[in-house]
């Protein structure tokens, strides 16, 4: 935007085409293409390209927070979306599904044999 600008003020200050080439490498025509665009005010339109979101990560995170145990059926239901959604929601916060903590006895039977 700034090269654009100042290529545009360059030959508004009164320099020919032939130093506006060799200055910014740019032909005449594209120079008339910026100028139309400032002066429409083209460029002072701000494009936002975040699409809307059905589930608001923050909202996910506290859901999860609050009640750590609940299933994506429960979470799906109170964002009215899919599991699926949910689930993707939650893999791309980094939220994993829940470890057991506790060995279960198949489990101490191996390591007990490995020891």
């Given amino acids: 935007m700034d090269f654009k600008r100042r290529a545009v003020a360059y030959k508004d200050e009164g320099h020919t085409f032939a130093e506006l080439k060799t200055a910014f490498k740019i032909p005449p025509e594209t120079y008339y293409l910026w100028k139309e665009k400032f002066e429409n005010g083209y460029y002072d339109i701000v494009f936002v390209r975040q699409r809307k979101r059905k589930i ?3 909202e996910l995170k506290k859901a999860v927070i609050e009640k750590p145990d609940a299933y994506l059926y429960e979470l799906a239901e109170k964002f009215n979306c899919t599991e699926s959604a949910v689930f993707r929601a939650l893999r ?4 994993t599904r829940k470890k ?5 006895t198949k489990n101490q039977r191996k390591n007990a044999l490995n020891t």
Avoid: C, E, G
């Fill in 92 to 95: 791309k916060l980094n939220i």
């Fill in 56 to 58: 608001d990560k923050d």
């Fill in 100 to 104: 057991s903590v506790s060995p279960t």
